[in-house]
């Protein structure tokens, strides 16, 4: 299993600022993904970040508001845009192995004041 | 859009119970995750089931996956303080084999 690695582990920001998450990985690998996840809720897949290739977003969730980059196959960033009350969450980055297992960071926990 | 719904919602039980936990679609998965969060970190995988009828057993954990791999279980025997957590499952399925978790089951196992 891969060891993953997210900064800042938290961060309590203003409304309408932006903030980006890092995500590292200790092997390189093919696909990343990112998630949100409401305290004590399931999670739900924001997009897949291939290298060298936009990333695919899922349903509501849009470029312009969570810009993603895949610069190397290890490492990639998730941007939150001019953000609102309604982005505090925890957002995850996973990465995949055999049968579609994920293995996670530890999660950003952000608050939008 | 596929739904693992997830049953109970929230268990509190005693040290020592025995709890079962479900997870349940209308939509047939290649394979099936469970996993265990707790708070301030990310999800840890438990195990993988692939095979319809698949039951396996990690120490005090039984998973099963049912026939039709549309529905699996989590039965926990005597329940340890160390089991408290939020507990999801995750299935993949389609041509891109998609995950989708289900709702989650929040446990809190009471000393």
């Known amino acids: 299993s891969a060891v993953i690695s997210q900064k800042p582990s938290r961060d309590i920001c203003q409304r309408g600022t932006s903030l980006t998450i890092q995500c590292q990985v200790d092997?390189?690998?093919?696909?990343m993904f990112w998630y949100r996840q409401q305290p004590g809720q399931s999670l739900t897949l924001i997009a897949t970040a291939n290298q060298g290739s936009e990333a695919t977003y899922e349903s509501g969730f849009v470029i312009d508001k969570f810009p993603i980059s895949r610069p190397n196959l290890t490492f990639s960033t998730l941007t939150v845009s001019n953000m609102s009350p309604e982005d505090s969450s925890i957002y995850l980055c996973?990465?995949?192995?055999?049968?579609?297992?994920?293995?996670f960071g530890p999660g950003t926990r952000l608050t939008v004041l | 859009t596929q739904l693992l719904e997830q049953s109970p919602q929230f268990l509190s039980i005693q040290e020592g119970e025995n709890l079962t936990v479900y997870c349940n679609s209308s939509?047939?998965?290649?394979?099936l995750q469970w996993y265990r969060q707790e708070p301030g970190e990310g999800p840890v995988l438990l195990v993988t089931?692939?095979?319809?009828?698949e039951v396996k057993k990690l120490k005090r954990l039984t998973f099963q996956f049912g026939d039709a791999r549309k529905d699996s279980s989590l039965h926990i025997t005597a329940a340890q303080p160390g089991d408290t957590g939020l507990y999801l499952c995750?299935?993949?399925?389609?041509?891109?084999?998609?995950?989708?978790f289900g709702t989650g089951t929040k446990l809190q196992v009471i000393p």
């Open positions: 996973s990465v995949e192995s055999r049968y579609n297992e994920q293995f």
């Open positions: 939509s047939v998965f290649s394979s």
């Open positions: 092997s390189q690998v093919t696909m």
């Open positions: 995750a299935g993949a399925s389609g041509g891109y084999q998609k995950v989708t």
């Open positions: 089931v692939v095979t319809g009828g």
